[in-house]
């Protein structure tokens, strides 16, 4: 089902510095073998001698003040170890520092709820026991005495400021801003209609990677230093937020981890759980261990951005030429901003989406609410803002009666406009969207829509075609932190490895990334082996991350697409470092130049005599234990490199909020065909086509792969996956149980093609491309909508669409648009 | 008369005969990781949805966050550690590899174990009974595509 379609067409892009070789191939992954065999080293496979387990104490109610906290009958428990209660908490640490200006910036974050909680689950105190069935039976003698208050769970219930959820701050708007790009006034008076859409929303759900988070933690208290074996995906910036809390230094954190069992984004807000267990473990002076319950994870650990976009108004000419955009974006970021504000900024990387829109005017606001804060989720913040602009699209071709494949392609920035600078500007670096487009259509045969159609009716079933055309912008510039807060001192990006020859000639590969599966071992392999002249299985690349290796920088681990252009950019820079130090070593035995010496086949020799050659195995043991052999002028060779690669980023303009906030720009354009069942609301997904452009493929396996996950995980969130809420606040999907994530059977087939159009930006011409930009639930939307347009021409307007949910738009249709004419 | 907390078992895991006094609440899954050290066996709900603690137990696919440990006395559990007992991977385990049917590898095991059930039953499954052979299973990486692909090509029944 899969097939490979390269353009050659017009490709801006420098000729690549590595040779062809490894890089571009699907050679075997080096992690596969452990894993496969029940091998890997995931968190909560580490043990150590008297570790104790930590449950926490969550709060049963959405929002109440906590009057009396009563750890004393869990203490006479036998074999339970200690406590941690919030005023603990408050008194041996400081709140978390928070990224926005007021009034978010007052916002008071500790690891435990600190005399109020505000949302289910949230951590109130923790036991700690000689087993994890012990600690919870312990936990339940914690007696906790709420006064319950109000309860916000909408966005727009919280706007109104009737009740607070933190006082400090006196508001429940944690960010507010208007970016204006360009003269939407202008754009209006030059249209031909003005396209109205009251609301639409994009609904709350998350990854839910299938390993819970977690650590095991050791307080060392000669050096004053916790030692952290757990899943935190980033950190760095982990770091930079506990190190301050605790009141030490980052010297003092350590962080390991070897196999991670995914992660997307979940796993970066980790600091208030890993704060406690920190305490813990100096308080007991024993390990402590904490695993997450599925249940907890669901309720109280991260949950990707829900954002209502109100007041929508698109001018466009007769044609299909979209003008300009307005809107006004809610999003809900639960009850701590944590990551956030900085989801008020990451969409704007994407502003106009796929298109040539000059005229963009959005008024952003984010507010708290009595759910489960959220956390950077798989396609963060962009995914939601590009919802909005193929819907946008989509409702715009249906009232005007065009042809969304046409409007599409006239809006689309074209091929030649490459790069292009978007009205905030952000640079897309490649890729040809009407191609991508094309391909996609004759995967799924759309020169015989009309056909199904009919045939789909002639079974009573109402069939619906849909595109969703989107970006995956990787490589951040966190300079764009600062539109948000001109306080903030973050900007540009890093990432670093280090490369060395050992002494009987092993190259070692370590890694500031925090992989969760995407294949680092193996894709770093492929970049040294052809720089060195090796093959991949000559290459070892440690396992997982250690802040030991010194191979971490500010902005170390993996999320935001970013691996293939900062990751293996690193890999990249400090292997060329190796390749010159080892021919300089060569070079100096042979009395030659380093510009005489080749590497081929694990051996440095001279190019002139391919029989006067050096064994890696020889250069190491000189360097490393006969260095009194070399020449002077070659003695401070250490045949251990490190490299910083860092992206060639500005600081963005704050008056105009104007910039290059990412680097790369991967490109996906999926499309599908739905057939819904009139009497039940029931639909199937029976055709569906993914095309992806993420530049030069390193791996090309690893790269299908990353696009079928992605679309899996779309595809859950356009048909099942929601965190709903009752009005108590109470999670109603708390489990796998009742949040249905794609099962096997419930996978359509998936027809992939590929399109490869280097950036010209990046070390190896690939882009970052892991998380997909939601694609699939674009498309899903377009096709439920263009479905039901023949039965009452209602607007899909949320991202997710359950069965019941397109139930109701058949019997209640909903068209919530106005076109006017200026 | 206080309850009676722990009982001696014998279980045969992987092919080895082990005694062992476990606390009469100890899930089957966190005898084999915690007591027996075996951690390929993952656990990642608390609900029984999600497989990846799947086990052979008396030839017959279980999860094992659902049973009891002393519910295992005098049973046969085979675990992801004794597919490959000498090294090598196994048809099965090479086609996952081949096929890039893993990514983060926290399902692996699980997924493996189903499989393997699966195929003892039916050697060559098509795609739909190998769909539903897999639906306790969860995957969060890989959207199913290449863990159907390499289950069918160990099993001869590849496209």
New interface residues.
């Given amino acids: 089902m899969s097939e490979t379609v390269t353009v050659t067409g017009p490709l801006v892009v420098e000729p690549t510095e590595t040779k062809p070789g490894f890089a571009g191939t ?1 050679v ?2 080096k ?3 452990r ?8 968190f ?2 580490v ?1 150590r001698h008297g570790m104790g387990y930590v449950h926490f104490v969550r709060s049963p109610y959405a929002h109440a003040k906590i009057v009396a906290i009563d750890v004393s009958k869990a203490l006479e428990l036998n074999g339970v170890y200690g406590t941690l209660t919030g005023d603990e908490v408050a008194i041996l640490t400081d709140p978390f520092f928070e990224l926005s200006v007021k009034p978010g910036a007052d916002i008071k974050d500790y690891a435990l709820a600190v005399g109020r909680v505000r949302h289910v689950g949230e951590p109130v105190a923790a036991v700690v026991a000689s ?3 012990l600690a919870r039976d312990a936990a339940e003698l914690v007696e906790v005495e709420y006064e319950p208050l109000p309860v916000l769970t909408t966005a727009e219930d919280a706007l109104a400021n009737e009740t607070i959820l933190h006082e400090d701050a006196g508001s429940n708007v944690v960010w507010q801003g208007v970016f204006d790009w360009g003269d939407f006034e202008g754009a209006v008076a030059e249209a031909d209609h003005v396209v109205k859409i009251e609301r639409l929303h994009f609904d709350r759900f998350s ?6 988070a977690g650590v095991l933690v050791e307080f060392n208290r000669g050096t004053g230093q916790w030692t952290m074996y757990g899943n935190h995906q980033m950190p760095g910036i982990g770091a930079i937020w506990m190190a301050p809390a605790l009141r030490t230094g980052i010297d003092k954190l350590r962080f390991v981890s070897q ?4 992660a ?1 984004g979940n796993k970066i807000c980790l600091h208030p759980q890993f704060v406690a267990c920190c305490l813990l473990a100096r308080k007991l002076n024993r390990p402590v261990q904490w ?1 997450e ?3 907890d994870q669901h309720t109280a650990n991260a949950h990707g951005n829900e954002r209502t976009f109100l007041d929508i108004e698109v001018p466009v000419t007769n044609d299909g030429t979209m003008l300009g955009l307005k809107v006004r974006a809610l999003d809900d970021c639960g009850a701590f901003p944590r990551y956030e504000p900085l989801g008020c900024i990451i969409w704007a990387q994407v502003t106009p989406g796929c298109y040539r829109w000059r005229n963009i005017r959005v008024d952003f606001t984010q507010v708290c609410t009595n759910k489960s804060p959220v956390s950077p989720n798989r396609g963060y913040s962009r995914m939601q803002h590009l919802w909005l602009t193929e819907r946008v699209i989509d409702i715009v071709a249906h009232e005007l009666e065009l042809d969304p494949v046409e409007v599409r392609k006239r809006n689309y920035v074209r091929a030649d406009e490459m790069p292009y600078e978007t009205p905030n500007g952000c640079v897309y670096d490649s890729g040809d969207y009407a191609r991508g487009l094309d391909i996609a259509l004759e995967l799924v045969g759309y020169d015989t829509l009309d056909e199904k159609r009919r045939e789909a009716e002639s079974r009573g079933k109402l069939l619906g075609f849909g595109i969703g055309s989107t970006l995956d912008s990787g490589t951040n510039n966190f300079g764009q932190s600062t539109l948000l807060n001109p306080e903030l001192q973050f900007s540009g990006n890093n990432e670093v490895a280090t490369v060395k020859l050992d002494i009987f000639g092993e190259i070692v590969v370590t890694l500031g990334t925090v992989p ?4 680092h071992e193996t894709t770093a392999s492929q970049v040294v082996a052809d720089i060195l002249g090796v093959t991949p299985d000559d290459v070892t690349v440690r396992a997982g991350h250690d802040s030991y290796w010194n191979s971490h920088a500010g902005f170390s681990g993996t999320y935001a697409s970013q691996f293939a252009v900062t990751g293996l950019g690193a890999v990249k820079g400090a292997t060329d470092k190796l390749a010159h130090e080892i021919k300089r070593v060569a070079a100096g035995v042979f009395g030659a130049t380093p510009d005489d010496i080749e590497l081929v086949e694990g051996q440095a020799r001279l190019k002139a005599n391919a029989e006067a050659a050096i064994p890696f195995m020889g250069i190491g043991a000189i360097v490393n234990a006969n260095n009194a052999i070399l020449p002077e002028d070659v003695r401070d060779v250490t045949l251990n490199c490190r490299y910083v690669y860092v992206p060639p980023f500005q600081l963005p303009d704050k008056e105009r909020n104007f910039g290059n906030l990412t680097l790369t720009y991967a490109s996906q354009v999926h499309v599908c065909l739905v057939e819904i069942d009139p009497e039940t609301g029931v639909y199937e997904i029976v055709d569906y086509a993914a095309v992806d452009d993420c530049g030069t493929r390193i791996h090309p ?2 790269v ?2 990353q696009v ?2 992605a ?3 779309a595809l859950g969130a356009a048909t099942h996956e929601i965190f709903a809420y009752d009005e108590e606040g109470n999670l109603l999907t708390p ?3 009742d949040y249905h ?5 419930d ?1 359509p087939p ?1 027809k992939n093609a590929y399109l490869e159009s280097p950036s010209p930006f990046t070390p190896l011409g690939a882009k970052g491309m892991g998380e997909g930009g939601g694609a699939g639930i674009h498309a899903v939307c377009a096709a439920l909508q263009d479905a039901l347009w023949s039965q009452g021409k209602s607007t899909v307007w949320r991202s997710c669409n359950p069965y019941n949910q397109v139930w109701e738009h058949l019997r209640n249709p909903r068209r919530l648009v106005e076109v006017t004419t200026p | 008369m206080e309850p009676t907390t722990s009982r001696r078992i014998t279980v045969t895991v992987n092919g080895e005969a082990i005694e062992y006094d476990v606390d009469a609440r100890r899930l089957l899954v966190h005898f084999l990781r915690d007591d027996l050290s075996l951690t390929g066996t993952h656990v990642g709900c608390d609900t029984g949805n999600c497989g990846a603690c799947s086990v052979i137990y008396n030839g017959v696919l279980a999860k094992s966050c659902m049973l009891l440990a002393v519910q295992a006395d005098g049973a046969t559990v085979e675990t992801v550690e004794g597919l490959s007992p000498d090294g090598q991977l196994t048809a099965l385990q090479q086609a996952f590899s081949d096929h890039h049917a893993l990514q983060c590898g926290y399902c692996t095991p699980g997924m493996l174990m189903s499989a393997t059930a699966l195929l003892r039953e039916n050697a060559s499954p098509n795609e739909e009974e190998i769909r539903k052979a897999l639906q306790g299973n969860i995957c969060r990486c890989t959207g199913y595509v290449n863990i159907v692909e390499a289950i069918k090509s160990a099993s001869g029944g590849e496209s």
């Fill in positions: 699907s075997p992954r992690e596969d073998k894993l496969l065999q029940g091998e890997g080293v995931f909560d496979d043990k087993s994890r069935e990854s839910t990677p299938l390993e819970c196999d991670i069992g995914g997307f695993t319950w599925r249940t969760q599966g995407q294949g396996q690893i299908e792969g079928h996950g679309t899996a995980q489990n796998f149980y994530v794609p099962h096997a059977l996978m998936l």
